[in-house]
C-alpha cells in the first residue's frame, strides 16, 4: 500500500506560469514532509521541507503548502522556469524515532518555453 | 564537500553474477541510506545504518541482497548472485545525525543480462 501517492506522472507548464505539484498521504503519523527535485542521470536533491506544525513554507520561488486535515500536500514553482523542468518526489517521515523516508512515485514537470 | 559518491555509475552483467555497489557518505554525517529506483516501485529503501551499524534493512528484498559499512566512510551493496529483476538504479545517500535531509549520491544504473 502507497503511504505517499503522487497521482499525476507528469505535467506540462508554460514558462512564467504557476508549477502545482499535488501529494497525499496516508499515514496519519507522518509529521515532516519534503520535495526532492531530480533531473535525469542525477540523484535526487533536497529542495524544500515543511513540518506538520506549519501549514505554510516558502524558499524564493517555490512554496510547499500542507493540509493536515486533507492528508495533502503541494508544491508551487512561481514563476516557472526551464530549468526547473525535473522529477520532483515528495517524502514523508514520522519524527516518533525513525529516519526512513517514504517517497511516492514522483511528478515530472517539463517547463515550456 | 564532493557530495556522496557512488561507483560504478553503470553496470551491465549477466544473470548470476556478483555485483558490487560502493558509496563513500559526506564526511560528518551518521546515517547512511541504500535505496532502489524502478518504474513500477518507485524510491524504496532498502537498507540503513547509523554509526556503521545496520538499523533496519526490511526493505532488503531477499537473501541474495547484502550491505556493509566497514567504516564510516565506505558502503557496499552486494547481490549475489544477481537475477535480471534487480536491473533498476541503486542510490546511497547520507544525512547528520537528527537531521533528515539525505543528500543522494548520482546513483548507479544496473542493467543484469
Known amino acids: 500500500d502507497q503511504q505517499v501517492k503522487q497521482n499525476s506522472p507528469s505535467l506540462s507548464v508554460q514558462e512564467g506560469r504557476i508549477s502545482i505539484l499535488n501529494c497525499d498521504y496516508t499515514?496519519?503519523?507522518?509529521?515532516?514532509f519534503l520535495w526532492y527535485k531530480k533531473y535525469p542521470a542525477e540523484g535526487p536533491t533536497f529542495l524544500i521541507s515543511i513540518s506538520s506544525i506549519k501549514d505554510k513554507n516558502e524558499d524564493g520561488r517555490f512554496t510547499v503548502f500542507l493540509n493536515k486535515s486533507a492528508k495533502h500536500l503541494s508544491l508551487h514553482i512561481v514563476p516557472s522556469q526551464p530549468g526547473d523542468s525535473a522529477v520532483y518526489f515528495c517524502a514523508a517521515y514520522s519524527g516518533a524515532g525513525s529516519y526512513q523516508l517514504t517517497f511516492g512515485k514522483g511528478t515530472k514537470l517539463s517547463v515550456i518555453p | 564537500d564532493a557530495g556522496v559518491i557512488q561507483s560504478p555509475r553503470h553496470e551491465v552483467t549477466e544473470m548470476g553474477q556478483e555485483v558490487t555497489l560502493r558509496c563513500k557518505p559526506i564526511?560528518?554525517?551518521?546515517?547512511l541510506f541504500w535505496y532502489r529506483q524502478t518504474m513500477m516501485r518507485g524510491l524504496e529503501l532498502l537498507i540503513y545504518f547509523n554509526n556503521n551499524v545496520p538499523i533496519d534493512d526490511s526493505g532488503m528484498p531477499e537473501d541474495r541482497f547484502s550491505a556493509k559499512m566497514p567504516n564510516a566512510s565506505f558502503s557496499t551493496l552486494k547481490i549475489q548472485p544477481s537475477e535480471p529483476r534487480d536491473s533498476a538504479v541503486y542510490f546511497c545517500?547520507?544525512?547528520?545525525?537528527?537531521?533528515?535531509?539525505?543528500?543522494f549520491g548520482p546513483g548507479t544504473r544496473l542493467t543484469v543480462l
Open positions: 499515514n496519519s503519523m507522518f509529521d515532516y
Open positions: 545517500a547520507s544525512s547528520r545525525i537528527r537531521m533528515n535531509t539525505q543528500y
Open positions: 564526511s560528518g554525517h551518521d546515517y
